[in-house]
């Protein structure tokens, strides 16, 4: 069991800058996969950016160039750096891991950009 806790989101100007943080209940190292997915209102969620354990990342292509994943695996905690945020990017955005056949999932932060 792994519980995760999304920090960092909240209310930017298009252009501005935002850094998630999800910190989860144990080591990390193990961890297949770790990433972010974001839900819009009345949309399906999606995959925004994940990262291996090996440090392979993946972004979503509405996101690359902009979004950045990290993962520390000392803190136990993954990073989204988002720059160049656009009112697009408004959305509830969750953090993901996947370890063996079992995923989980944190609580969601809020993310809105204005124009």
């Known amino acids: 069991q792994v519980q995760l806790v999304e920090s960092g989101g909240g209310l930017v100007q298009a252009g501005g800058s935002l850094r998630l943080s999800c910190a989860a209940s144990?080591?990390?190292?193990?961890?297949?996969?770790m990433g972010w997915y974001r839900q819009a209102p009345g949309e399906q969620r999606e995959m925004v950016s994940t990262?291996?354990?090996?440090?392979?990342?993946k972004y979503a292509d509405s996101v690359k160039g902009r979004f950045t994943i990290s993962r520390d695996n000392l803190k136990n905690t993954v990073y989204l750096q988002m720059n160049s945020l656009k009112p697009e990017d408004t959305a509830v955005y969750y953090c993901?891991?996947?370890?063996?056949?079992?995923?989980?999932w944190g609580q969601g932060t809020q993310v809105t950009v204005s124009s």
């Open positions: 993901y891991a996947a370890s063996g056949d079992r995923a989980f």
């Open positions: 144990r080591s990390i190292r193990i961890i297949n996969v």
């Open positions: 990262i291996t354990s090996g440090g392979i990342t």
